[in-house]
């Protein structure tokens, strides 16, 4: 029955999703789309740190490096090589997915506190070279560029300048990393990442390298982190080294933890909730990130499943059986010490 | 078979100034049910952790079947047809049974294909339910680990060990914890595993040891005290002084 | 030129000794409470605003040098016993908690203090010359101040019942708790020192930095280089790498970018994480 629910509110969302450009506008034009495209790409980076904390137990502070290294790689790959779009979004994703096998052959040696420990002095050892780095990445100021055409050729030219173009787009791109992850999850591969989130010792037990399956998991994060990264450098026509400071970083751990992490499209939901939160409240409360704080506080608490966690226990006690799942993150946090 | 099951020669690990393995060379012999014994400390979990690599050793050298071991690393062992259990019953509580045993069987087989769904696997699903059966679990298939019964979890996590195939089987006391139902399930389970694999068991619960073991190993800080048949490690007046006489106080 | 490297070298060790006291206040935490505490450098920040509103308000910076650390101890207990110990459970959690706490005090502190850096002004003026340079008496008041907190603060730990009772936890809560310690309650008062170290650290800073809601942020990473270098678990090894780092990024900024300084601290830092977990100063055997 909850896996029917499930698959319904999936169709309910793809069709909601694809209509919002011809319904939000009616409310006020163009801006509701605007938010919709941040949230798909943010969720990116908050997926980035699901992978590895809801699929492999490691909780990394540090994902915004590989989220500046997108944006840069595609911003500089604009600027200086005159590439396009898709070509910026690859130079995007190649500059974190290398970033981030040089960062996570070095950090995945650590778990637990020590993991997220590294993985934060990392971002920050780049934040810091970025921001003193003016003359290549304009430190503070960041790097303006114009966003090449989606799309140009057979008379058709398609440009990131129409809200709604650039809302496809995104969607577009987001959609299939959901897709490829989605199947990524439930592969052999998948499989083995959820193993070492439950145990990692068992899982050395049986024969897995856990290592590597943690190292795949930080890859693959960094990849996903740099499309998110590429994508918002093109959605704000920059690239800032203020986006690799490790309060990004942590904000995304809020939206993943928020949403539900463990699950594909928890931290979808974490971010939705929280930006259009901060759309409507910050123009008429100047300090709603204490709002914000608090409600971390009082999920870790109550809700350490999320927003996921929520909708699946409300799922089983409608189906009549009692909801009494342990939290998925009993695992990760019996973790060696 | 020629080989010895599992061979250590002068096997050592210190932990600052105490050394818990300390030269310790042994045969253990295959076709037959080999036990480890000894007091708290003696050694004997930390000797396992060296035969599976989770720990290095210091000094010294482990065969199992004629292939070295020696510091290999966990998963290289396992791979090499060692498997293991644990005091602390340890499978993926968040998993369901069947997924704990295809994870095993998937990594046993080597198998890591990102893009196939796990379910597209006919032969190795066959395998899953074929562990899964063999164990008694069937009925649990679906249900979470981690609120499975303490016996049904050391059941599973039996499972999980015997899906490499081994051709060396650690037990670490296996009925440890264990009310005398699911004792006497565990025993017979042992014995019948023990028909086709050669078996390395700790444990101390001494009848369990003397009613199934055929050789018994003694150890004692760290080095072997003695070896032999039930019959003669019972009658041995060296072990009656330092252990059985102490494991009486001992609880 | 060489008044300039000597004065920049001053002032890191006035600064390390600063540090080392707020570090310190976190490697106890770390120590016992096994949680990472993002909010520490907020709790600094508290001692700087904290102490700017008493003195003013009181016209005495001796009576903000006082009451700040006692409050911050209650406020530190409330925190403990109502944000940490019920996420505790969350143990792989506690980094997001003190991340929406930190959230928390820097809004909390926006909001009514307001927005804008202030400065203080020293409650004891004037220069000294030392070594041939004139230096301000405050800073080396403040100096010699955190070194008489920080050696106070060891003279507690070894020489009183609390002290042995919060080292008894963090060597082995099991068999603490078998003794019949505590262990809820010396968590408690183990974190509300931290607490309170941090904010003492923060009015003793207050004259000598600038005071605002933000100020946590950037001594933060400070601290928990401190930490990590000296050894986690090491208290010695803190206050050392404190000091230590704090002398270096003085000297390599009187040369360089002080930046670059930062970055040299972060890589060594890295490099201790990843090959000598157990910090500069153990010995090479684990």
């Known amino acids: 029955m909850s896996a029917a629910v499930n698959r319904a509110a999936l169709l309910v969302l793809a069709a909601a999703l694809l209509a919002v450009p011809q319904f939000l506008p009616l409310l006020n034009a163009g801006f509701w789309t605007n938010v919709v495209t941040e949230i798909l790409i943010w969720s990116l980076l908050a997926t980035s740190v699901n992978l590895l904390f809801g699929y492999v137990g490691l909780l990394s502070f540090g994902q915004a490096l590989y989220f500046g290294f997108g944006m840069y790689g595609a911003a500089l790959a604009v600027t200086h090589w005159n590439a396009g779009f898709w070509g910026g979004t690859l130079a995007g994703i190649v500059a974190a997915t290398l970033m981030a096998v040089v960062a996570g052959v070095l950090a995945v040696r650590l778990t637990w506190h020590y993991f997220a420990i590294i993985t934060v002095v990392f971002s920050l050892i780049f934040y810091f070279a970025a921001m003193s780095a003016k003359p290549i990445t304009g430190g503070d100021d960041g790097l303006s560029f114009s966003a090449p055409p989606v799309f140009d050729a057979f008379g058709l030219k398609l440009t990131l300048a129409d809200t709604v173009t650039q809302y496809y787009v995104v969607l577009g791109l987001t959609a299939l990393c959901y897709g490829l992850l989605w199947l990524i999850l439930r592969s052999p591969l998948g499989l083995r990442f959820e193993a070492v989130r439950e145990n990692d010792r068992r899982a050395r037990l049986i024969g897995i390298n856990v290592y590597l399956c943690r190292l795949t998991a930080f890859i693959l994060a960094g990849a996903v982190a740099g499309l998110a990264g590429a994508l918002f450098a093109f959605f704000g026509r920059y690239a800032s080294a203020s986006y690799m400071f490790y309060h990004v970083s942590g904000e995304a751990t809020v939206w993943a933890i928020v949403g539900g992490v463990g699950t594909l499209l928890g931290p979808l939901f974490g971010t939705a909730l929280l930006i259009v939160f901060r759309e409507l409240v910050s123009t008429v409360w100047e300090n709603y990130l204490f709002a914000v704080g608090a409600l971390t506080v009082l999920v870790v608490m109550f809700a350490p499943r999320g927003l996921a966690g929520l909708w699946s226990d409300g799922l089983a006690k409608l189906s009549g059986r009692s909801a009494s799942q342990p939290d998925p993150q009993a695992g990760a946090a019996e973790a060696p010490r | 078979m020629t080989a010895a099951a599992l061979e250590t020669r002068n096997l050592t690990r210190r932990f600052g100034g105490l050394t818990a393995v300390d030269d310790v060379s042994m045969t253990l012999a295959s076709g037959r049910l080999n036990a480890i014994i000894g007091p708290n400390g003696a050694g004997k979990t930390t000797f396992f ?30 791979r090499a047809g060692v498997s293991r259990t644990l005091q602390i019953k340890s499978v993926f509580g968040g998993l369901t049974v069947a997924d704990n045993v295809r994870a095993a069987v998937m990594a046993h087989e080597g198998v890591m294909s990102p893009f196939r769904s796990i379910l597209s696997y006919g032969a190795i699903s066959r395998r899953v339910a074929d562990l899964i059966a063999e164990v008694g679990l069937e009925r649990y298939a679906d249900t979470k680990a981690q609120t499975l019964s303490y016996g049904d979890v050391a059941l599973l996590e039996l499972a999980l060990a015997l899906a490499n195939e081994p051709k060396l089987l650690l037990l670490d006391e296996p009925v440890c914890g264990m009310g005398p139902q699911e004792t006497e399930r565990a025993v017979a389970k042992i014995k019948d595993v023990a028909r086709r694999t050669d078996v390395v068991i700790i444990e101390h619960d001494m009848e369990v040891v003397f009613s199934i073991a055929d050789h018994i190993l003694v150890m004692a800080q760290g080095a072997i005290l003695a070896e032999g048949t039930p019959a003669e490690i019972s009658a041995n007046a060296k072990v009656q002084e330092t252990y059985l006489g102490a494991a009486e106080d001992e609880d | 030129m060489t008044d300039v490297v000597f004065a920049l070298a001053i002032n890191g060790l006035v600064w390390g000794l600063i540090i080392a006291l707020i570090a310190l206040g976190l490697s106890i935490i770390f120590g016992l409470l096994d949680i990472i505490n993002v909010a520490h450098g907020d709790l600094f920040m508290l001692g700087t605003v904290g102490g700017l509103v008493i003195a003013t308000a009181t016209g005495s910076f001796w009576v903000a040098i006082v009451l700040v650390p006692i409050i911050a101890f209650a406020l530190g207990l409330a925190l403990e016993r109502f944000v940490i110990r019920p996420t505790i459970r969350q143990a792989a959690l506690t980094i997001v908690t003190t991340f929406g706490l930190s959230m928390m005090l820097q809004e909390g502190v926006r909001a009514t203090y307001g927005p804008q850096p202030r ?11 030392l070594f041939g340079i004139d230096y301000d008496i405050y800073r080396l008041f403040a100096a010699i101040f955190a070194a008489l907190a920080l050696a106070a603060f060891f003279v507690f730990l070894n020489r009183t019942k609390l002290g042995t009772r919060i080292r008894a936890v963090r060597h082995d809560p099991e068999t603490a708790t078998a003794l019949g310690i505590p262990v809820a309650r010396v968590c408690g008062i183990t974190f509300a020192l931290g607490t309170a170290m941090a904010a003492l650290g923060g009015v003793i800073a207050a004259p000598i930095t600038t005071v605002e809601f933000r100020t946590g942020v950037d001594i933060l990473p400070f601290c928990f280089m401190a930490v990590v270098i000296g050894g ?30 930062r970055i040299v601290s972060l890589a060594i830092m890295s490099g201790v994480l990843l090959f000598r977990p157990h910090g500069l100063f153990a010995g090479a055997t684990r």
């Open chain 2, 49 to 78: 952790n060296l035969v599976t690599g989770e720990l290095r050793a210091d000094a010294g050298s482990v065969t199992a079947h004629g292939v070295a071991l020696t510091n290999l690393p966990p998963h290289r062992i396992v």
């Open chain 3, 232 to 261: 986690l678990g090491n208290l010695q090894g803190t206050v050392a790498a404190a000091v230590l780092l704090a002398v270096m990024e003085g000297l390599v900024t009187s040369f360089a970018n002080p930046t670059i300084a």
């Open chain 3, 119 to 129: 400065r203080m002004a020293p409650p004891i003026g004037g220069t000294v010359p």
